[in-house]
């Protein structure tokens, strides 16, 4: 069945470091990807998101490009700031009739003055 | 746009007691909406599919007669934790889907739960 495989934290980083979290999904049919975050006792918020192949979801300096021939969605910063702080959740959408959605076990960023 | 909200966002009850938790989509109708359990430093873990005017599928595990769901229209889901016990303290997020292909979901901010 469809699945979602995140890198697994938790990462620290210094302020302006540059960010990634590594996602590779299984699935059997064209899914939609997401970037979701979730900030200390707040619900998911959706940060970016790719739809089809060679798609590139951007959002807040955030980037992610849904790779096919490696079924990654990896997610990229140039440089973190002290807000960005949060989990981050990797989320793929089987986008059938169902609307399964799968998601990453998270990974829990703590960026450093 | 694609707002949901959640309600309350803290909790405080007596063992059991039961306690209702309601999710709205505020701009958008919502045929399909989700609740999750989330444990501290854990990933969601969903527990069931809620379909307007259809009774809810519950995922493997979780009790039907103690997480009691219902989605009456199109714009709310409610939760309800039956004769709750401090093993149900936990932090509670619905979302919602709208209609359409590659829709994303849009979550709530959660419930937090505290059973003493």
């Known amino acids: 069945g469809d699945s979602v495989t995140q890198m697994e934290g938790p990462v620290t980083l210094s302020e302006e470091a540059f960010l990634t979290i590594n996602c590779t999904y299984t699935a059997t049919g064209y899914p939609s990807l997401f970037w979701y975050v979730q900030y200390p006792g707040e619900g998911l918020q959706l940060l970016l998101k790719?739809?089809?192949?060679?798609d590139k979801g951007s959002n807040k300096g955030f980037e992610a490009t849904y790779r096919k021939e490696t079924t990654s969605f990896h997610l990229e910063k140039g440089s973190v700031q002290v807000s960005d702080s949060a989990v981050y959740f990797c989320?793929?959408?089987?986008?059938?009739?169902?609307?399964?959605?799968?998601f990453g076990t998270g990974t829990s960023l703590t960026v450093i003055p | 746009g694609a707002v949901v909200s959640q309600h309350p966002s803290w909790v405080i009850c007596k063992s059991g007691t039961s306690v209702k938790i309601e999710c709205r989509s505020l701009d958008f109708q919502a045929t399909t909406m989700f609740w999750y359990r989330q444990f501290p430093k854990q990933s969601l873990m969903l527990m069931a599919t809620?379909?307007?005017?259809?009774?809810?599928?519950?995922e493997q595990g979780v009790e039907k007669d103690k997480f009691l769901i219902n989605h009456a229209s199109l714009t709310l889901s409610t939760l309800t934790v039956t004769s709750a016990h401090p093993e149900d303290s936990s932090f509670y997020i619905c979302?919602?889907?709208?209609?359409?292909?590659?829709?994303?979901?849009?979550f709530g901010n959660g419930t937090r739960l505290t059973v003493t």
């Open positions: 809620s379909n307007e005017g259809s009774k809810a599928t519950y």
């Open positions: 979302s919602a889907i709208q209609q359409g292909r590659n829709s994303p979901l849009h």
């Open positions: 989320a793929l959408s089987d986008g059938g009739t169902g609307n399964q959605f799968y």
């Open positions: 790719a739809t089809k192949a060679d």
